[in-house]
């Protein structure tokens, strides 16, 4: 599925972050500590409620140790 609408975008990347943090096996807490943000920033960017920085979304994947173009995995 390809995604250009921006809320669309960002709910797209919301399911490719908690997909990524599922099979970490990390709960929003622990994926929060390790990228240094609030848990209910994680909790917003899941939810694809929040037009995040690139620099933040950059920590979370790297929290997770995945690139962060699997982030944006189906946007285009």
Not at 58 to 68: E, I, K, L
């Amino acid at each position: 599925m390809v995604t250009t609408d921006s809320a669309d975008v960002m709910k797209q990347i919301g399911r490719n972050i908690k997909a990524a943090r599922a099979r970490k096996e990390l709960t929003q807490e622990a994926l929060a500590h390790l990228a240094g943000v609030a848990v209910a920033q994680v909790a917003r960017m899941e939810r694809g409620e929040s037009d995040t920085g690139i620099s933040k979304y950059v920590q979370v994947a790297r929290a997770m140790n995945v690139n962060t173009v699997a982030l944006f995995h189906g946007v285009d």
